[in-house]
């Protein structure tokens, strides 16, 4: 099956990243955009069909070693 | 509105990030885990409530500015 971790800044979270993709944007011309976050996705193919078991290995996965969880939340959807 | 672009490595290029993060899984025994794609996203906090033309504006920023056409491709989703 596959699994898809996202991992984002938590609200409130300066993003010096987002905001210079923002900044960038404004002097080419575009307008009306607020903010930009920028995130990580990683997708998982694994070899178990077993969803809960899937959601409880990524769910440790992410939390020790994918996110940091002083400033960054995760989110993992099973398809 | 709120909108994500998500970028990805296309189908068969090589991805050496995500590979690292399945090596480094594997020794810390996570096993049954296939493989591992890493990509971006980034969510933009849009001034426009006009769905199409957030999508047309956020298309070309993607295709110019956010993706490598040659080596990745992206998905507009609206929230």
Chains 1, 2 share one sequence.
Do not use: W
């Not at 990580?40 to 996965?61: N, P, V």
């Amino acid at each position: 099956m596959k699994a898809v971790v996202t991992v984002e800044l938590k609200e409130g979270v300066l993003d010096p990243q987002g905001q210079a993709i923002q900044q960038l944007l404004a002097q080419r011309g575009y307008s009306g955009i607020d903010e930009v976050r920028v995130g990580k996705r990683i997708e998982f193919s694994l070899a178990t069909l077993d969803g809960s078991r899937a959601e409880t290995m990524l769910s440790e996965i992410a939390d020790k070693l994918l996110a940091n969880p002083v400033i960054e939340r995760f989110h993992i959807d099973l398809k």
